[in-house]
């Protein structure tokens, strides 16, 4: 799959150890793979062995855009940001993805991506500017964080140029530093540390090219359909702009070509402190500050303006907290063993000390700077069993979204090293919806059982899907969601706006399934249909368990949920499904519902859903590894042929 609209044709390579430059043409991998996490994957695959590790010099930091991103395209502003993290346990390949100008600009400055390896003797940063890559020093700039460094930067170049950067808490191999970018994003999952890991600060890029589309006014048409649509589209629910107590909304911000924005924002306390917000880690801090001042302060607010500022990620900084309150309540840790003001949890004075103790591994931050399983490992048995309370073994989030309500989202749980979020959102929007319909009698939400059946119908492989009476149909959806999302990722769209699930402006609010293919024809001029499309999701969906198997994971075994799924225990709300919902009611059959409040999932029916899963996708159902026949959708018969003269055999890659 290759085309001159759409695509600039160009991956930019840089070797930061001999400080080497070259491209290399994206049409070598876009056939097959599109762009964004497809590409990325086939890169990582072809480049990288088992014994690479995260840190390793070589481990490459891909980003990659997708041929929608830097055209008129609605809320395809995204770059997917991806290799072998540094965050994971144990370290695996995942991906993670940032939005606002930097991807579009990238793109408009000559390359769909970017693939950096090796490590620079010194600190440098990167200048990308119309087609030319530069290397400039940034030992002046090593040690400062995000807000310093980024305005340096701006005045040396004196070009407005949208940077990607890293604050201190990338500097010293900290496995839980975000990359930053403009209008409030990030890339989660270690990404930040891994550039720091390579002495790279930030990269700088300027682009005055146009990326030109095939057929201009049919993207127009869609961009005019999708408003029309998304009169109370997902980014609504989740985008009321109501801020916390004491803070006002002063503007929204839209990323590259987004028509509708959604709950980025510029927000300014009563105090007069500002900064932009765009999900609910702006409030991250508010359970100590609650607990210590007796409502919301400053504190909160600022907590995530710095946690920016250092490149740390907020979810894990969470995760951390949770974890060390835990301990100190139980005596596994004192405060003179952690060397912070325990008393002061809940304060900015707080919340530094913990920043610069993490960012400059001192002390107890030493320990920290691992992040919450390998902290909690470290400190034995029972600190290990407080964190499996809420997090998986590789230590992503355990409940949101999860089986215990949506079992359709075992798979997902089960099999992905990252439970991917824009599948988890895909699952739980809809439901979201019609539990808001269900609590407000119609009036909020157009989301009704007819509705959400319909939903279920076109989009996920029929209305069983959501009859929570039966197991039935919850594994064929998993796949078709999966499949969407890993297709979604390499054109790269916005989560919160695609797929197009529900449809304000239709008699039976349906949304359409067709859009994104739609799209990605008119901007590239080629004929590609819904099914083809998905057809590429699901050969990169397998490509990406090809790396996990290659890289260490074992299959089956690996494949469990964590064993608080099968607990019964009273749990407080962990998205915003139960925050509508308490009950955790969902339809079964005809009008009847049921309430999973209180329940566990049942081993039993998780290894029917399973044995079902594994062969709608083609894998082992007595290994999870995959079949020759669905390898041979991944990769090309000389790849498969030249893998196999090596000795090697790719079903236990």
């Known amino acids: 799959m290759s085309s001159k609209f759409g695509w600039t044709g160009r991956i930019l390579r840089i070797d930061l150890t001999g400080q080497k430059i070259t491209e290399q043409p994206t049409a070598e991998y876009s056939r097959r793979f599109i762009g964004g996490l497809g590409i990325g994957e086939k890169i990582y695959w072809d480049e990288t062995s088992p014994d690479t590790t995260a840190f390793d010099a070589q481990n490459p930091l891909i980003m990659m855009t997708g041929p929608l991103c830097g055209t008129t395209a609605p809320a395809a502003p995204r770059m997917v940001v991806c290799g072998k993290s540094p965050c994971t346990y144990p370290e695996r390949f995942v991906s993670a993805s940032i939005a606002g100008f930097f991807p579009a600009e990238l793109k408009k400055a000559g390359f769909d991506g970017m693939v950096i390896t090796g490590k620079a003797e010194a600190p440098v940063y990167l200048h990308i500017a119309d087609g030319k890559a530069s290397v400039h020093t940034a030992a002046h700039l090593w040690g400062m964080n995000n807000i310093v460094a980024r305005k340096s930067i701006e005045q040396e170049l004196s070009t407005s140029p949208k940077i990607l950067s890293i604050g201190s808490g990338c500097e010293n191999r900290v496995r839980i530093g975000n990359l930053i970018g403009d209008l409030g994003g990030s890339a989660s999952m270690g990404f930040g540390s891994l550039m720091g890991s390579k002495n790279l600060k930030a990269i700088a890029v300027n682009g005055s090219g146009r990326i030109i589309e095939a057929n ?112 100190l309540e139980r005596g596994i840790l004192t405060e003179n063993l952690t060397g912070l003001p325990i008393a002061l949890m809940g304060s900015l004075e707080f919340i530094q000390q913990l920043f610069e103790m993490i960012s400059k591994r001192e002390g ?79 009036k909020a939400s157009y989301v009704s059982t007819a509705v959400l059946r319909g939903i279920a119908d076109r989009f996920w492989g029929g209305p069983e899907a959501v009859d929570f009476s039966t197991i039935e149909g919850k594994a064929r959806a998993a796949k078709i969601i999966q499949d969407r999302q890993y297709a979604k990722e390499c054109l790269v769209l916005c989560d919160l706006v695609w797929p197009v699930l529900d449809d304000a402006s239709a008699e039976d609010h349906v949304g359409d399934p067709a859009l994104e293919s739609r799209l990605l024809s008119a901007v590239t001029g080629l004929d590609i249909s819904q099914q083809e499309l998905s057809c590429i999701g699901e050969r990169v969906f397998n490509l990406n368990r090809a790396i996990q198997l290659r890289d260490g994971r074992k299959g089956l075994q690996d494949d469990v949920l964590s064993e608080t799924c099968y607990v019964v225990r009273q749990e407080p709300p962990a998205d915003i499904f139960d925050f509508y919902n308490p009950e955790r009611l969902l339809p079964g059959k005809g009008d009847e519902l049921l309430s999973f409040k209180m329940k566990a999932v049942d081993r039993e029916q998780i290894r029917q859903l399973m044995d079902e899963y594994y062969a709608l996708r083609g894998w082992d159902a007595h290994t999870g590894l995959l079949k020759n026949e669905t390898l041979e959708t991944v990769f090309e018969a000389q790849e498969l042929q030249a893998f196999c003269n090596t000795g090697k055999s790719l079903k236990r890659c």
């Open 216 to 327: 201009p006014e049919e993207v127009r048409q869609v961009r005019n359909k999708l408003k029309q649509m998304t009169g109370q589209g997902f980014h609504n629910i989740y985008a009321q702009l109501v801020p916390m107590p004491g803070t006002e909304t002063i503007k929204k911000l839209h990323c590259h070509a987004c028509p509708q924005g959604c709950w980025r924002s510029v927000q300014r306390r009563i105090s007069g402190c500002e900064g932009i917000r765009k999900c609910h880690m702006g409030s991250w801090y508010a359970k100590w500050d609650i607990k210590l001042n007796g409502s919301i302060t400053d504190a909160t607010f600022l907590a995530a303006d710095l946690a920016n500022d250092y490149s740390l990620c907020t979810d894990e900084i969470l995760f951390l907290l949770l974890w060390l309150e835990k301990c």
């Open 364 to 442: 107890f931050g030493n320990v920290l700077a691992e992040g919450a399983v390998r902290a909690a490992a470290s400190l034995g048995s029972e600190s290990a069993a407080i964190v499996s309370e809420f997090l998986t073994s590789s230590g992503r989030p355990a409940r949101t979204y999860g089986p215990k309500s949506l079992i359709m989202s075992t798979p997902v749980f089960a099999v992905e090293q990252r439970p991917a979020i824009t599948t988890l959102h895909e699952i739980c929007q809809p439901f979201t919806k019609w539990a808001l319909w269900l609590k407000t009698e119609g």
